[in-house]
């Protein structure tokens, strides 16, 4: 039960989910289908070794336990597995026979190294979806490279279109990439399982950070390759291909945002001449430096509150730049209830940013805070019809 009263999720209650993922995409995508009811089986090293537990941002690390791994797991069950023994491969296979979904973000060709692949999967389960996520792509020329978000915001131009003009590349401060390619994968998922109900048959799902890193420029992209001409300013505005106010301003004690809004109510609002005669410009896009510097010195001359009830009275589209302890005392923030708080274990209360999409049927919660290391490894085992023997040999030999 949620902690307002309402029944967990379980949209996808009954869909089994092999969770074959590493670092931040993988895990976050099963997370999405793990919040909304999936039976997620997080499949891992033995020893505590997956990368994930034994690397956090910021080193924090909440009674020794990864706030990166914490941030990504709820709702899911850990089997300890060497892949590496015939007998963990075995197990892997038999997994794969009970499965609805497998999900995997390993470098191309290394499942199918293993018997997992595709073809083998598909082969021991037809009904089974199979989702392949990477960094380029199964068949790229680059399959073999690393895909991380930063390398990604380079290659995909991202790190380029923000930030003024004559600095450095400005990378986006989140992995935003890893968090797009997540609920594109979820979303994959989710009309797989639709297609699945229709025609009885599995079927493959694709995901690459490249492709996710270019659907997240999708607006600056599109005028790129119909002939816009892209360029940074060295001013304010906060994008290429907005007109003017769109940008942050300096204010007396901070900054504030001044987005699309009716033009005539901002000339009207901070009464400069050389903005009045643009207000009956249908398009500002040729006058936009000109109209953000007139800004510069005007908006110096209030705090950040006094301009936010100014703009705000007079229709004017402005928002403050807020940290993170602001953000999250923020009314708007706080309405939206967005964080809640379960008890792990290990790690004590933790903190966890709720599934992001509301139903009507119930609230995703933590009905599992992230598991340990094997923590459901015997569980698991049982339901897919091992007797107890064959799970004490698997721990004895290091399979499990």
């Known amino acids: 039960m ?45 020893g505590g070794t997956l990368w994930e537990r034994n690397w956090a941002g910021c080193d924090l690390y909440l009674n020794g336990v990864s706030a990166f791994f914490l941030l990504a797991h709820r709702n899911q069950r850990s089997l300890t597995l060497d892949l590496k023994t015939d007998d963990g491969r075995a197990v892997a296979r038999r997994l794969v026979e009970g499965a609805d979904v497998l999900v995997q973000n390993f470098r191309p060709g290394v499942l199918e190294r293993w018997g997992l692949g595709w073809e083998d999967a598909s082969a021991i389960n037809p009904r089974l979806i199979y989702v392949a996520a990477s960094g380029y792509g199964q068949t790229s020329p680059y399959r073999d490279r690393p895909g991380q978000d930063l390398l990604m915001q380079g290659i995909s131009g991202l790190a380029s279109i923000s930030g003024r003009a004559g600095q450095p590349p400005t990378p986006v401060g989140t992995a935003v990439i890893d968090q ?11 009309a797989a399982l639709i297609e699945r109900g229709r025609t009885g048959r599995g079927l493959q799902v694709e995901v690459s950070m490249l492709r996710a890193a270019l659907d997240l420029q999708i607006e600056p992209v599109s005028y790129f ?38 033009f005539q109510a901002l000339a009207d609002a901070l009464g400069l001449p050389e903005l009045a005669r643009h207000a009956a410009t249908p398009r500002l896009f040729h006058a936009r430096e000109e109209i953000a510097r007139a800004l510069v010195p005007v908006l110096r001359t209030r705090t950040t509150a006094e301009w936010l009830a100014f703009l705000e009275e007079r229709g004017v589209w402005a928002a403050p730049v807020l940290a993170y ?39 995703a919660c933590v009905r599992r805070p992230p598991p340990m290391a094997g923590q459901h490894s015997e569980e698991i085992l049982r339901e897919a019809g091992y007797a107890d023997a064959d799970i004490a040999r698997f721990r004895a030999a290091g399979v499990i």
């Open 2 to 46: 949620s902690a307002d009263g309402r029944p967990p999720l379980s949209v996808l209650a009954g869909v089994r989910v092999l969770s074959f993922t590493q670092f931040l995409l993988g895990p976050s995508g099963v997370q999405f289908l793990a919040d909304l009811g999936a039976d997620v089986v997080k499949i891992e090293p033995p």
């Open 180 to 190: 797009h390619g997540a609920a594109l994968l979820a979303m994959g998922v989710l």
């Open 225 to 262: 390759l119909n002939g816009a001409r892209l360029e940074k300013s060295d001013t304010p505005l906060a994008g290429m291909f907005h007109p003017a106010p769109y940008g942050v301003y300096e204010t007396r004690d901070g900054h504030v945002i001044v987005s699309i809004s009716p």
């Open 325 to 363: 302890p602001e953000t999250f005392a923020h009314p708007a923030v706080q309405a939206a209830d967005v964080v809640e708080e379960a008890l792990h274990p290990v790690a004590g209360p933790v903190k966890f940013l709720r599934f992001p999409v509301e139903l009507s049927t119930g609230r």
